[in-house]
Structure formats: structure tokens, C-alpha cells
């Protein structure tokens, strides 16, 4: 359906927000987002849906602004998904040549590849995602591509990203009820590593992190491959929560206050100061301490960088990250965030913005759409990649998504 | 530990006298199921509290506990009552019991007259001399907490007044059956499994052996031994019986896939076929046997009976020392103890949990909370909380970690 076409839609049905981005692909394979659609989201608690109707009802209402704005309709998506169930891991596989002349053909390395995903998963999880890091040829480390090399011991290294098969089919299913067609479920860790990230960083080694409304993803690039990736079922509602518990306000106050007056880092400006809430007539109901404020953002969202910190910590990849740490998503948005990143990570750390992409400036510039550039950025490089392809391994993509 | 009346029942040269009593509706029903035939020179004695049951009973001998008291209505569930009636008319109970050597006490712990007469009934039976051997069941865990309880308070209770207990926690029995088994064919599986261990023990007392296992035997197996005993009793026949026998024990629930031989101090293995019974077969048995409890004091015990022709059945009864004394008092109270018997319904509960011989917890392990005011996790009350490293992150940040605001 979309080889005649080179409109490409990503969604991602966040827990704050649903966001739809549309992008044109021109001849040379180069990315132009025309089209930009949002809508509050209600249906969706740390990053799954917990009200199906309602989500439909915000999907709709983002689709419509998406398509008005792009004039384009929108047939299919590549859908984000994400939730505190996927679990990334590395794992590796091993083949043995058994050629005569020992080289290694490309049937070697399609059987290394699928030893290599052939993986102990729980019943109920499935594979989102199996990407390939390097080949070692008898050892060999770092070996991008072993076709026409001679072995006689090829193994391959994996990242595999799975999940609860159950929870990403209700995300599936429910965007195919909106007469949308699903191309593919992608992790939203990767996509927004894809819309942040240039090859070089990837090369270096860099660590992404979008602080989302339910959940963060992160992901680890090194030597240009995924070495990493997670989720935290923690974000920017955890933040408000800890806000309206703290300062003793409505979740809906501590939202407005998270807002107006949040920081990431204490700052000494807010000693002693107030802010005072007031109701629609202008009337004083409460005084809310400023420095309270900050010291419970401070704490979350140090917790969420301390917590990912470790996990890195755990796995050996701290010094790989050269490139240094890249924020988005909402919670990147709260002053102070950058610094206090820094502060955990010890290293340097930015604000991403989406690169790679031209179009709409508004939207590329801000980080919370840097996930569905992302997936339009995925999309766009699997219609490449598809292009290039034997006719008869065009199906495959879809594999998770046919299923329903 | 012999008593002059067990000294005596020794020295007695014919077989001897048995007694076996049903109590309550379970042990009735497990009366019942007990083949006749095979316990020729046995007396069958049903007691219960409720007359109706009673009259259903199929025993020779039918003793009703009723009092005015209870109004014809049983003992309601409450061990207690069941205990008071059953100590009202305690002489009957003793005089039921005169003459027997050996008194089998079949019961269904957890409702009001099998955990609260067996105990009574069994220290009549001591007081009458006989050498008293109880088997029971624990009733399966969704009846309640209530009834496991009361059911593990009167196994303690047994066990301190009987010379023996052999117990099978129904639970146990979920391995066995499939999903589409009925309730009744269930209870009568649960009975099957008693029953087959009444007959083992029967026919380790009254057949010839070749080996023989003496009474004293067994007595000194079960007695003092104040752990749960396990049991099996397993047949197989054909040319390769011996090998099949090993297997079934091997692969037995009551025995716990056989780690309740590996556990245990003390094991008694008897082996019954027909005429064909070979050395190498109870060689091979034996070996086997062995190496799975290298530790344990082992008897054993060989007979031919002409009647099983082709099969080779073969009893394992393994004995744990608790770590109490044998002798040490036990409460009435839902006391809990150390038993395989509560390790065996936790570790059926908790199968995560690595088996653990010294579990002092409750019956019920139920987490408790300590009463601190309860943080409220706001909208994430009814999330699926997220959990890292043991804390609770959906709690705020600045409460987890105890940092003031003021």
C-alpha cells in the first residue's frame, strides 16, 4: 500500500499527550515533515491503556489535525509504543561455517542471525524489536560485515527489545478500530534515539533519555550499534503526583504548578519565597512553598537519572558514553534538568532536538515530538531499505502487526 | 520406649487384634472405603457426634458421642466441642478400646470431630494399651485458613497422643488429579491414598515375612519421630517391577518426588509379592532406596503372600525427627510447629520459596503491615505499581527517602 506512496505517519499515544506526525518522503529519500496533530491524552496511565474509548476519541482528534494540516489522508502509521513491560537485552548468536573454502555467505550470516533471536522469552512476551550490533568472525570483534570474510566460527551479538504481547496488541488493535493500519510497532526508545541522534554520536556513544509523561525510555548507542535499552515506568506524572501529595494540592494544581514554577535544580532565589493559589474569584486558598516545590522535582527527577545511572552502571557501559547524555520529552522541558543530569552522570549532557528532518520548524524544535519524528524517521528508512529489497521479503515487516 | 503392654503384645505369638476407627464423617467415609477382605480379624469402629452420619455407617461398631448438649446437631465445625464430647464419655472411648493390640485411628482433621476426638480417642486407645497408629488428611487449602488451622492444632494434638501419625495433606493430591475431576472422585482419591496406607502398615504387621519387620519396628520408626510421617504404597507387576517400583516411589507425591526420603532419619521399606519374589529384585529396590537417604536408619522388610501372584507392592513409610522433644507438651492453641507437615502446605503455597526445614512462620504466610500511616499513591493507587530494586517508585520520591519539608 505505501510503495506507491510516500506519505509516512507516526503516532504515539503518549500518557500526556497523542501525538501524530506526518512526513513526505521525496525521491533521494529525504524526510519533510508537512503535518502535526495533538491531543491531550486521558486514556493512557505510565504509558499503557488503561480506556480504550477514550484514547480512540483522542486518537481521532489528533489524526484529523494531522491530516487538515498535511492535507494528505492517513492510511497507515508506524505506532510508538512503549510501557513499563519491555525489557531490552543483548544476546548472541553462534553458527559454524561449514563451507568448504571456510568463507562466509550471506546464508551464514542469515542463520547466525536467527540463532542469535532465537531467544528463552516468557510465554506471553514477544520480540518488538531484534537488532544486530556486530559479528565476531572466530573472535574477531567488531565485525560489520562478514560476507566474503573466512571463518570458521561466526557469532553475532543482538539487542533484543521485547514485551507483553497481550499489552501491545491492545495498542495494535485499537489503532487498527480507527480504520488505521498499523506498518509496524516501534520501540519508542529507538525512535527518538532515530530523530535525535547523527551517525557520529551513535558512533562515539551516546545515551538518550526521554523523560515522558508515564514512563522514561532510554536507550545506549556505542560504536554505532544499540547496546542498551529500557524503561522506567516513571515521568512527568509521577512528578505532579509527588507535587499534589507534597504541597497538598489538586493533581490538577500541582500540574499548572509543575509548569509555571518547576526546577529541576534548588535554586536560592526560591528560599522563603510563596506562590499563592488562588480560586476564580481571586481569592487566596493556599500558599505554596517555592523551595518545597523544587525540592520534590529535584528529588524525582534526580531519582530517575540516578536509577538509569545505575542501570548503566550495572551493565559496564557508563564509559562508553562519549557522546554524552541527550534529554527530550516533556520532563526535559523543566528548567534546571540539563544540570542536574549532568550532575548525575558526570558527563556532558544536552537537550536534543530532532536533526535529519526538514519541514516545520515549531515542531521539530520541541522535544516532546522528538519520538514521532522518530517514527516517521523509522518509517521513512524502512521504505528505503524496502525499496532496495527482493519483492518477496516486503512482507516480513509487518509480522507482529498482522497478527490480531 | 516399650510400655509393658507393647512388651507384652510381643510377646503375644498370634496376630494381633486390630482396631480401626472411623471418626467423624471423613474417617467414616475412609472406613468405608477400607476393603474388608483384606483386613480379616479386624474390628471396624465408627465414632462421630453426629447420629445421623452415624447411621449411615457401614462399621460393626458404632460409637455416638451425642449429648443433650449439642442437640443432635454434631459438632459444628468446632474441634472444641467435638473435644469435650469426645472427653465426656472418655471411658467409652477406653472401653472400645480394651483388648486391642493395635488401634488404627482414621480421620479428617479440620472440622470439629475429627480434630477434636482423634486426640482424645487416641490417648483412650493408649491408656488401653493398644499401640495407636492415626492417618490422616489435612484438608485442602481452599477450605480456609479457619480449618487448616484447627486441622494442624489437632495433628499436634494427635501427634503428642498417639504412638504414630501418618498424615496426607490433601493438597498434595492437586498434583495427582486432573482439572475435570470431580469432588467426590477427589475426596475418594484423597481416601484411596489413606487407605492404601492403612493396608501397607496392615500387611507389614500381619503377614509372614520372609524378612520380617517386627512391631517394634515400626513402633520405634514412628514413635518420638514428631515430624509428619510420609508413606507410600506402590505395586507394579510384570518383568520389570522392580525397576517400575523404584520409579513410582521415586516419582511419588506424598514422598515429594522423593525428598521426603532424602529428609528423613529413619525409613521403613516393605516389600510384598508372590512366590516369585526375588533376591535381586529386593536388591534392587533396597539399593535404590538407599541412596536416596544415605542418612536414615533404614528397615526393612520382605513377605510373600500367594495372593498378589504377580505383583510387587512395596510400603515406604519415612520418619523426620522434629526438633522438639518427643515428650515436650503441646499446646492446644493453633501453635504453629515445625513439621514437614506445614512445610509441605507452605512450599504448595509458596513454590518459589526454597525449601526450608526451620519455617517458625504462621500457618497462613500472610504479609503482615506494620500500622504506619500509609503513603497514598494518588493516581497511581490503582496502577500497576512499579517496582524497582524492592521500592515502590509510584510512593513520592522525597517521602521514600525522608527528606523534610519545612
Known sequence: MFDDSNIIAGLEIGTSKICVVVGEQNADGALNVIGLGQARSRGVRKGEIINPEQVEEDLRAAMFEAEQMANVEIRSVYLGVSGGHIRGFNNRGVHP?????????????????????????????????????????????????PVG????????????????????????????????????????????????????????????????????????????????????????DHVSNDLAYGLKVHLSR?????????????????????????????????????????????????????????????????????AGVFLCGGGSRVPGSVQLAENVFQMNVTSGHAGGVSGLTTALDQPEFATAIGLV??????????????????GFLGRLTQRS | MQTPEQDSFLAAPSAPSVKIFGVGNAGDALLGALA?????????????????????????????????????????????RGRALAEEQFSTLKSACEGANVVFILAGLGGGAGSGISPVLAKAAREAGALVLAFVTLPFECEGNRREAQALAALEQLKSAADGVICLPSQKIFKLIDENTSLVETFKFTGGFLVEGVRGVWQLISRPGLIQVHFADLCALIRDRHAENAFC?????????????????????????????????????????????????????????????????????????????EKLGVTVIAAKHGSQPATAPTS????????????????????????????????????????????????FDKSEPTKHNGEDLDIPTFIRRGVPLN
Open chain 1, 149 to 236: 570474510m573466512l571463518g570458521a566460527r561466526l557469532e553475532v551479538d543482538m539487542h533484543v527489545i521485547h514485551g507483553h504481547a497481550n499489552r501491545l496488541q491492545n495498542v495494535i488493535r485499537l489503532v487498527r478500530a480507527t480504520s488505521l493500519d498499523v506498518d509496524e510497532i516501534v520501540f519508542n526508545g529507538i525512535a527518538t534515539s532515530l530523530a535525535l541522534l547523527t551517525g557520529e554520536q551513535k558512533e562515539l556513544g551516546a545515551l538518550v533519555i526521554d523523560i515522558g509523561g508515564g514512563t522514561t525510555e532510554y536507550v545506549v548507542y556505542s560504536d554505532g550499534v544499540i547496546r542498551h535499552s529500557g524503561v522506567l515506568a516513571v515521568g512527568g
Open chain 2, 36 to 80: 474388608r477382605a483384606e483386613f480379616a480379624g479386624a474390628q471396624f469402629l465408627a465414632v462421630n457426634a453426629d447420629a445421623a452420619a452415624l447411621a449411615a455407617s457401614s462399621a460393626t461398631v458404632k460409637i455416638n458421642l451425642e449429648s443433650k448438649l449439642m442437640r443432635g446437631l454434631g459438632s459444628g465445625g468446632d474441634p472444641e
Open chain 2, 332 to 379: 492446644v492453641t493453633a501453635r504453629t510447629t515445625e513439621t514437614r507437615t506445614a512445610n509441605a502446605v507452605a512450599a504448595h503455597r509458596e513454590a518459589a520459596l526454597p525449601r526450608t526445614r526451620t519455617r517458625k512462620t504462621g500457618s497462613k504466610a500472610v504479609q503482615g503491615q506494620l500500622p504506619l500511616n500509609i503513603v497514598s499513591k494518588g493516581r
Open chain 2, 233 to 309: 504404597f506402590v505395586e507394579a507387576s510384570g518383568p520389570g517391577r522392580a525397576r517400575e517400583v523404584v520409579e513410582k516411589i521415586l516419582a511419588h507425591p506424598l514422598l515429594d518426588e522423593g525428598r521426603a526420603l532424602a529428609e528423613s532419619d529413619a525409613v521403613l521399606v516393605s516389600l510384598t509379592a508372590g512366590k516369585d519374589l526375588s533376591m535381586a529384585e529386593v536388591n534392587r529396590v533396597m539399593e535404590s532406596v538407599k541412596r536416596q537417604c544415605s542418612h536414615a536408619q533404614i528397615i526393612m522388610g520382605a513377605g510373600v503372600d500367594a495372593a498378589l501372584k
Open chain 1, 97 to 145: 561455517v561449514v563451507s568448504a573454502d571456510r568463507e562466509i555467505s550471506p546464508d551464514d550470516v542469515d542463520d547466525v542471525v536467527k540463532n542469535a533471536k532465537a531467544i528463552n522469552l516468557p510465554a506471553e512476551n514477544t520480540v518488538i524489536h531484534a537488532v544486530r550490533q556486530h559479528f565476531f568472525v572466530d573472535g574477531q570483534d567488531g565485525v560489520t560485515n
Open chain 1, 377 to 394: 524517521k523509522f518509517g521513512s528508512l524502512k521504505n528505503r531499505k524496502r525499496n532496495e529489497l527482493p519483492f518477496y521479503k516486503k
Open chain 1, 254 to 322: 500541582a500540574e499548572k504548578l509543575k509548569i509555571e514554577y518547576g526546577c529541576a535544580m534548588p535554586t536560592d532565589a526560591a528560599k522563603g519565597q510563596t506562590i499563592s493559589i488562588t480560586n476564580e474569584l481571586g481569592l487566596e486558598l493556599k500558599r505554596v512553598n517555592v523551595e518545597h516545590l523544587q525540592r520534590i522535582m529535584h528529588l524525582r527527577l534526580q531519582e530517575i537519572f540516578q536509577l538509569i545511572a545505575q542501570e548503566l552502571e550495572a551493565v559496564g557501559l557508563t564509559d562508553y558514553l562519549r
